[in-house]
């Protein structure tokens, strides 16, 4: 049987988000989102552990898949 699936949010922010995938990991989290109409689209981490994600300087950018 397998094990009933789980979701956790990982951000807060209101806006659109364009792509994520899971890190070599399997705990962290990269994805693309925008949250203010007036700023691009960023690149965000989040560790799995955090509750916060961490813009990583890739304005105007998407995430679509993530080696390791």
Known sequence: MRPATS???LTFGRGTVFGAA???DGRS???SA???AARP???YLNNGVSPES???GLAGYS???VSA
Do not use: H
């Open 7 to 9: 979701f956790r949010q």
């Open 22 to 24: 899971f890190g070599p």
């Open 29 to 31: 989290v990269v994805y």
């Open 34 to 36: 925008k949250w203010d």
């Open 41 to 43: 689209r960023q690149i």
């Open 54 to 56: 961490r813009a990583l």
């Open 63 to 65: 995430v679509e898949a």
